[in-house]
């Protein structure tokens, strides 16, 4: 919590904003995250689990990953489960479909729908159990 003084000279108790967990923190979880859920289909459909082959199917990813944060500014709230976490993955999911495509990759129905749902539940889901972790924390 935030004290901050008020115009009529009392003062108010504000939610402390700022994340406990800082930027670099969070694009670090999110990276290694984007390549699990690669190196998972990898080893899901068979292909070997390499790591140049599992760089190979989540560099789309990895660069709407990276386009998310920019446009997102991700950094003010890395742990923001919806605000951060959900819009970064619509625009991890939608940037790299289109980068598949672009290079020659397939976008079936299916895997857009299965790459969205484990994207949503890893980089939604950290975020949210952080937010978990830290208010356990300020009520003790």
Not at 1 to 8: C, F, L, P, Q, W
Request: glycine fraction near 8%.
């Amino acid at each position: 919590m935030v004290r901050r003084a008020s115009v009529e000279g009392m003062t108010e108790v504000a939610p402390d904003r700022r994340s406990a967990l800082s930027w670099p923190w969070a694009v670090g979880i999110d990276v290694v995250l984007v390549i699990v859920f690669a190196a998972i289909g990898r080893a899901s459909h068979e292909h070997s689990v390499d790591p140049l082959g599992v760089l190979e199917t989540a560099w789309p990813f990895l660069v709407g990953l990276a386009a998310g944060w920019a446009v997102l500014r991700a950094w003010r709230a890395p742990a923001a489960p919806l605000r951060t976490g959900a819009l970064l993955v619509v625009i991890t999911v939608v940037l790299g479909m289109i980068l598949r495509v672009v290079s020659g990759g397939s976008t079936a129905i299916a895997f857009i729908i299965v790459a969205t749902v484990t994207l949503l539940v890893f980089l939604v889901g950290w975020r949210a159990i952080a937010a978990l972790a830290s208010r356990a924390r300020a009520r003790r």
